[in-house]
Structure formats: structure tokens, C-alpha cells
């Protein structure tokens, strides 16, 4: 069943658009009265990111939750990881984030946290789809029943203790010399100043946010910035944040990008190093390159995939109780530590080898060499172009001449009329070639 207000991740659209303060307070309220069970007095905390429609979405939902009875604890600007952790450690019944993560500023979003720390199930998020058009009046708070709002101080400090908590407790980066890119978003506060607290030299972009800048030309998404001032300054290594620092991508001494794929291979072969790697695997998604699949079986670590997006991940892991998992785009999942991508934890996890190897990044990142991957996007209208026969013919003779040389992934965007062919394997002409044969297929029956 299609989904008027939740998506992939949560209730998103352009702001004061698609996305507006009265949806924000029917959000609020309906996942308040969702939330409003038993006699306790129930409690929601709120974290937001730094882009300039979070102060208008923030007073709707607060105003949404309180008119229900609920009692609003606002953090400000935090990364979404945090809000998981104090959505559990507060013992709030409800989480939410504020974050359009990685978009520009004129989009935002509101994510949901269960008392659990995790995000909500589909389920519970069709419950709350089912009342937000509902007239909901009556079911407001008495007068005297109406429930309160305060600004939570401290909450930062909180955070940053924890994410140094999760690395053994006599371990310094001292001598290492840090570029932190925050991505102007939820981050410009808390990683710089856990890094520096561990003992690093830091060096910090993307920390000036003006509510219209956050993940403009820096950030995980636009790492060019970070390169530029890695290389510069002369780092050790570069920390490139999304805009609510729940993805990180690193860069080398060198300026060169570490993709996820390279992130996941160091934590997942330091934590079987340690003993503590549950299912004696990851989780990663079918993009994530065959190389990584190939070089993690040779250190006997399996490899399960997932559908693309971290929800699907993170249910993957929790089903078959693996705890390292992630995506190729930087959100990697650690659950011993976190309930969501947390792009601070993963840094320092990685960090935390850097040091206690003493090589340069470029040398305990690069764990294998990438297979050439070509990714093509064919748009479509109406109709179902993957049915067709011909198109069908097509793959499957593609499939047969990539045989065990590659692998081939053929898929719909979740967000767009657009279907994307993605083919990797050792032989960058033949993959070329078989991914361009499906592509013409497609076009001959898309339009």
C-alpha cells in the first residue's frame, strides 16, 4: 500500500512546500497519541539539524505533542545517532530528528525513534499515517493535562562522552593531525570537540552554519573541500560528516576518498581481530562493490547483502544478529554502539586502528582493490519495462556472459521513474558492454 507522508526514512519534502508546519503539528500530534500509552507521564525529545526551516517545524511539532499530553524535551541542533541514544537513555517513550540528512537546505524531514532507540517499523509508521488526516480534536489533552516544553542542556557533552566510550578507555590520538568537515549541519559542535578531547590536532570545516549552508559544497557528499584542505594543512587523515552526521566518508594523507566499502572491511576485520564480530559477517547492500565481498571471504568474514537504505540494513543485522553493517555512500551501522548510522563512531572506530597500527590511511584503508563497477539510469513513463519479454531475453543472456566473471544488478529507484543497471566484474569492457546491451533494451520499450 502506497504512502501519502512516510518514505524510506521518515516524513520528508521541501520545506513550507510539500513539507509544512500544519503536517508538522498533525505529525506530532498523531505519533504523540501513537505513543500515549499507559498512566506514566509521557515524554518525546526532539534534535533537529541546522537548516533554517527546523525552528518553524520544531514549534509545530512541539506544538503537536503537547497538545496531546505529552512532555517535550528539545535538544537542538544534534546528530541523528544521538537522538536515538537519548531517546533510550532518557527513557522517552519517543525520538525525533529534523533532518533532511545529505539534501539541501530548502528540504527537511522529521524521522521517528521508538523508546527502543531503533526507528520506527513500517507497521507503527502506518499507524501514524492512519491518524495524521483524522480530526484529532478529540482526542487533545484537558487543559490542566496539556504538556510542557524545556530546553535540555548538556545534551552535547552527553553525546561526545559516549561516542569516546566507545573506544577503549586509554585511547589517544595524540600526533595525529585531523580535518573534521561537518557539513555546516548537526555535527559542527560535537566532532570537533570529541576529536580534540582525544587528543588530535583538529582542523575543522563546515562548522559555521547559517540555516541556508548545511551540506553546500562540503560534507560527505561534496568531499572536494575536505581534500583540498587535507592536502593543504598536510592531515593525517580527513572526516567528511552528512548534514546530521549519521554517513561519514574518510580521506586519506593523500586526498584520496575511502568510500564506505573500505570502512566497513577495516572495522569488520579489526572487531574478528578482537573477538567481538557477532555472526562472524557484515551487512552491506547489493550496491556495495563485489571486491569487498571477495576480500572479506578471504579473511573468512561473510558478507550478507540488503535492499539500498540503512533501514534495510540495520533490519538484516537485527534479524541474524550481525553488528557490523553499512552502505558504500558511508552509513555504517555498529550496533554494539548505536541504533542507527553514526558517522562520528565509525571515524573513530577506524581512527582507533590508524593509531594503534601507525601506518598512514592510505595504507589501513585501501583493503582491496574496487572491481570496475558502471552504473546507468534509464527514465521511463508509463508501463513496466522490466517485464517486457525482449528486456527479460536481454538480461538474461547478459547474466550468462558474465557468468562468475561479475555480477549484474537491475533495479528501481525507489524515488524516481527511473530503472538503474548497475554491472561489475574484472573485465571493465565486457561489463561496459553487457550494461549498455540492457540500457537499449530498456529504451526501445521505456518511452
Same mark, same amino acid.
Given at each position: 500500500?502506497?504512502?501519502?507522508?512516510?518514505?524510506?526514512?521518515?516524513?520528508?519534502?521541501?520545506?513550507?512546500?510539500?513539507?509544512?508546519?500544519?503536517?508538522?503539528?498533525?505529525?506530532?500530534?498523531?505519533?504523540?497519541?501513537?505513543?500515549?500509552?499507559?498512566?506514566?507521564?509521557?515524554?518525546?525529545?526532539?534534535?533537529?539539524?541546522?537548516?533554517?526551516?527546523?525552528?518553524?517545524?520544531?514549534?509545530?511539532?512541539?506544538?503537536?505533542?503537547?497538545?496531546?499530553?505529552?512532555?517535550?524535551?528539545?535538544?537542538?541542533?544534534?546528530?541523528?545517532?544521538?537522538?536515538?541514544?537519548?531517546?533510550?537513555?532518557?527513557?522517552?517513550?519517543?525520538?525525533?530528528?529534523?533532518?533532511?540528512?545529505?539534501?539541501?537546505?530548502?528540504?527537511?524531514?522529521?524521522?521517528?525513534?521508538?523508546?527502543?532507540?531503533?526507528?520506527?517499523?513500517?507497521?507503527?509508521?502506518?499507524?501514524?499515517?492512519?491518524?495524521?488526516?483524522?480530526?484529532?480534536?478529540?482526542?487533545?489533552?484537558?487543559?490542566?493535562?496539556?504538556?510542557?516544553?524545556?530546553?535540555?542542556?548538556?545534551?552535547?557533552?552527553?553525546?561526545?562522552?559516549?561516542?569516546?566510550?566507545?573506544?577503549?578507555?586509554?585511547?589517544?590520538?595524540?600526533?595525529?593531525?585531523?580535518?573534521?568537515?561537518?557539513?555546516?549541519?548537526?555535527?559542527?559542535?560535537?566532532?570537533?570537540?570529541?576529536?580534540?578531547?582525544?587528543?588530535?590536532?583538529?582542523?575543522?570545516?563546515?562548522?559555521?552554519?547559517?540555516?541556508?549552508?548545511?551540506?553546500?559544497?562540503?560534507?560527505?557528499?561534496?568531499?572536494?573541500?575536505?581534500?583540498?584542505?587535507?592536502?593543504?594543512?598536510?592531515?593525517?587523515?580527513?572526516?567528511?560528516?552528512?548534514?546530521?552526521?549519521?554517513?561519514?566518508?574518510?580521506?586519506?594523507?593523500?586526498?584520496?576518498?575511502? !568510500?564506505?566499502?573500505? %570502512?566497513?572491511?577495516?572495522? &569488520? $576485520?579489526?572487531?574478528?581481530?578482537? =573477538?567481538?564480530? #557477532? +555472526?562472524?559477517? *557484515?551487512?552491506?547492500?547489493?550496491?556495495?562493490?563485489?571486491?569487498?565481498?571477495?576480500?572479506?571471504?578471504?579473511?573468512?568474514?561473510?558478507?550478507?547483502?540488503?535492499?539500498?537504505? !540503512?533501514?534495510?540494513? %540495520?533490519?538484516?543485522?537485527? &534479524? $541474524?544478529?550481525?553488528?557490523?553493517? =553499512?552502505?558504500? #555512500? +558511508?552509513?555504517? *551501522?555498529?550496533?554494539?554502539?548505536?541504533?542507527?548510522?553514526?558517522?562520528?563512531?565509525?571515524?573513530?572506530?577506524?581512527?582507533?586502528?590508524?593509531?594503534?597500527?601507525?601506518?598512514?590511511?592510505?595504507?589501513?584503508?585501501?583493503?582491496?582493490?574496487?572491481?570496475?563497477?558502471?552504473?546507468?539510469?534509464?527514465?521511463? +513513463?508509463?508501463?513496466?519495462?522490466?517485464?517486457?519479454?525482449?528486456?527479460?531475453?536481454?538480461?538474461?543472456?547478459?547474466?550468462?556472459?558474465?557468468?562468475?566473471?561479475?555480477?549484474?544488478?537491475?533495479?528501481?529507484?525507489?524515488?524516481?521513474?527511473?530503472?538503474?543497471?548497475?554491472?561489475?566484474?574484472?573485465?571493465?569492457?565486457?561489463?561496459?558492454?553487457?550494461?549498455?546491451?540492457?540500457?537499449?533494451?530498456?529504451?526501445?520499450?521505456?518511452?
Amino acid at each position: 500500500m502506497s504512502r501519502k507522508y512516510f518514505g524510506t526514512d521518515g516524513v520528508r519534502g521541501r520545506a513550507n512546500t510539500t513539507l509544512t508546519a500544519d503536517i508538522a503539528l498533525r505529525v506530532g500530534m498523531a505519533a504523540g497519541l501513537t505513543f500515549r500509552r499507559g498512566d506514566h507521564r509521557h515524554r518525546v525529545v526532539i534534535g533537529k539539524d541546522t537548516r533554517l526551516s527546523g525552528y518553524m517545524i520544531e514549534n509545530a511539532l512541539v506544538a503537536g505533542f503537547t497538545s496531546v499530553g505529552m512532555e517535550v524535551l528539545l535538544l537542538g541542533p544534534m546528530p541523528t545517532p544521538a537522538v536515538g541514544l537519548l531517546t533510550r537513555s532518557m527513557r522517552a517513550d519517543l525520538g525525533v530528528m529534523i533532518s533532511a540528512s545529505h539534501n539541501p537546505f530548502d528540504d527537511n524531514g522529521i524521522k521517528l525513534f521508538g523508546p527502543d532507540g531503533f526507528k520506527l517499523s513500517d507497521e507503527t509508521e502506518r499507524e501514524i499515517e492512519a491518524l495524521i488526516d483524522q480530526d484529532l480534536s478529540r482526542h487533545l489533552a484537558r487543559p490542566a493535562e496539556i504538556g510542557r516544553a524545556r530546553r535540555l542542556e548538556g545534551v552535547h557533552a552527553r553525546y561526545i562522552e559516549y561516542a569516546k566510550g566507545t573506544l577503549p578507555r586509554d585511547q589517544k590520538f595524540d600526533g595525529l593531525r585531523v580535518v573534521v568537515d561537518c557539513a555546516n549541519g548537526a555535527a559542527y559542535r560535537v566532532a570537533p570537540e570529541a576529536l580534540w578531547e582525544l587528543g588530535a590536532e583538529v582542523v575543522s570545516i563546515g562548522v559555521d552554519p547559517d540555516g541556508l549552508n548545511i551540506n553546500r559544497d562540503v560534507g560527505s557528499t561534496s568531499p572536494e573541500a575536505l581534500s583540498a584542505k587535507v592536502r593543504e594543512v598536510r592531515a593525517d587523515i580527513g572526516i567528511a560528516l552528512d548534514g546530521d552526521a549519521d554517513r561519514v566518508i574518510l580521506v586519506d594523507e593523500k586526498g584520496h576518498l575511502v !568510500d564506505g566499502d573500505q %570502512l566497513m572491511a577495516v572495522v &569488520a $576485520e579489526s572487531f574478528k581481530a578482537d =573477538g567481538r564480530l #557477532s +555472526g562472524n559477517g *557484515i551487512v552491506a547492500t547489493v550496491m556495495s562493490n563485489l571486491g569487498l565481498e571477495r576480500h572479506l571471504n578471504a579473511q573468512g568474514i561473510g558478507l550478507a547483502r540488503a535492499a539500498v537504505g !540503512d533501514r534495510y540494513v %540495520l533490519e538484516r543485522m537485527r &534479524a $541474524e544478529g550481525y553488528n557490523v553493517g =553499512g552502505e558504500q #555512500s +558511508g552509513h555504517i *551501522i555498529l550496533t554494539d554502539f548505536s541504533t542507527t548510522g553514526d558517522g562520528l563512531v565509525a571515524a573513530l572506530q577506524v581512527l582507533a586502528v590508524v593509531a594503534r597500527q601507525g601506518r598512514p590511511v592510505s595504507e589501513v584503508c585501501h583493503r582491496f582493490d574496487p572491481l570496475p563497477q558502471v552504473l546507468k539510469n534509464v527514465r521511463y +513513463g508509463n508501463g513496466m519495462p522490466l517485464e517486457d519479454a525482449n528486456v527479460q531475453t536481454t538480461i538474461a543472456d547478459a547474466e550468462r556472459r558474465l557468468s562468475n566473471r561479475g555480477r549484474l544488478l537491475i533495479r528501481r529507484s525507489g524515488t524516481e521513474p527511473v530503472i538503474r543497471v548497475m554491472g561489475e566484474g574484472d573485465d571493465r569492457d565486457l561489463i561496459e558492454e553487457v550494461v549498455d546491451e540492457v540500457i537499449d533494451a530498456l529504451k526501445r520499450v521505456a518511452a
